[in-house]
């Protein structure tokens, strides 16, 4: 997925009145406001979620995942993906579901904004990017993305994966 295909998708959304912040690969690049490596897919946390969805399919994505209310990943016709997280509002923030009962908050203290092609975009914060990716056997690619961060000082050198 490029930059401007990224772009694209978070217009559709936020043209239609969807909140959305992106996470995962293009949420890093999106903080140090420079694409680092290739992206497959935009992680985009959105609300209302079926509103998100609905909008994608009209624009030619299929879904390829569907764990709804967990999330779905959908595909487009050129080959790029979105992985969308449905969330909904709590009291100072925003959660999704997980699977076997687990969930994921949003904080709105770690909802801020990066840039994706010189555009402004939503994103969440380096530190809740830390978060989610701690639990797991950590990837080459998680450890380059986070290690990143570091070294852009968005978080602390002991943050390394």
Do not use: K, N
Request: proline share 6%; hydrophobic share 40%.
């Amino acid at each position: 997925m490029t930059g401007e295909q990224a772009v694209v998708v978070l217009d559709l959304l936020a043209g239609a009145g969807v909140r959305c912040w992106i996470g995962g690969g293009w949420g890093i690049d999106a903080l140090l406001g420079v694409q680092t490596r290739d992206h497959a897919d935009l992680d985009v946390v959105a609300h209302p979620g079926e509103a998100a969805r609905d909008l994608l399919v009209e624009a030619d994505y299929e879904p390829t995942v569907d764990w709804w209310p967990v999330r779905v990943a959908l595909r487009h016709a050129d080959g790029h993906e979105v992985d969308l997280h449905p969330v909904e509002r709590i009291d100072g923030g925003w959660l999704q579901q997980g699977l076997d009962g687990v969930t994921y908050t949003y904080p709105d203290s770690e909802l801020t904004l990066g840039s994706i092609a010189g555009r402004v975009v939503p994103v969440i914060s380096a530190a809740l990017q830390l978060r989610f990716h701690q639990g797991y056997e950590p990837s080459e690619t998680d450890r380059a993305d986070i290690g990143h961060l570091v070294d852009a000082g968005l978080l602390p050198p002991d943050a390394r994966l």
